[in-house]
């Protein structure tokens, strides 16, 4: 399994950007794609995560509490990618992103249970 994020960039407080997050290699359908961040000099830290599962054609989404309302995850189950819009940014929303895939599809915030990841987008907010 394979993950690709990309769309990261230098955007200005208050613009928006959107990452996208390029699966390969999944043959399960029940899985989660989680986004996670690491802002410089801190921990990485849970934005958001969709999931899905037989039966579930749109995925279930679940964000971080400091996060909801300007990022938005949705997906594309069929063509194997999931998006992070990201609305409103602020200085503070600077840093590398990463997304990873959990094949238990639960949309957990821990990120030691996502086994795959990609290798992160560097998003840089000026003020």
């Known amino acids: 399994v394979q993950l690709q994020a990309s769309g990261g960039g230098l955007v200005q407080a208050g613009g928006s950007l959107r990452l996208s997050c390029a699966t390969s290699?999944?043959?399960?359908?029940?899985?989660?794609v989680g986004w996670f961040r690491q802002p410089p000099g801190k921990e990485r830290e849970f934005v958001g995560a969709?999931?899905?599962?037989?039966?579930?054609?749109?995925?279930?989404?679940r964000y971080a509490d400091s996060e909801e309302g300007r990022f938005t995850i949705s997906g594309d189950n069929a063509r194997k990618t999931v998006y992070l819009q990201m609305n409103s940014l602020e200085p503070e929303d600077t840093a590398v992103y990463y997304c990873a895939l959990d094949l238990s599809g639960y949309n957990t915030p821990d990120a030691t249970r996502y086994r795959y990841w990609g290798q992160g987008t560097l998003v840089t907010v000026s003020s």
């Open positions: 290699g999944r043959t399960s359908s029940r899985y989660s």
């Open positions: 969709i999931r899905w599962s037989p039966g579930i054609t749109a995925g279930i989404t």
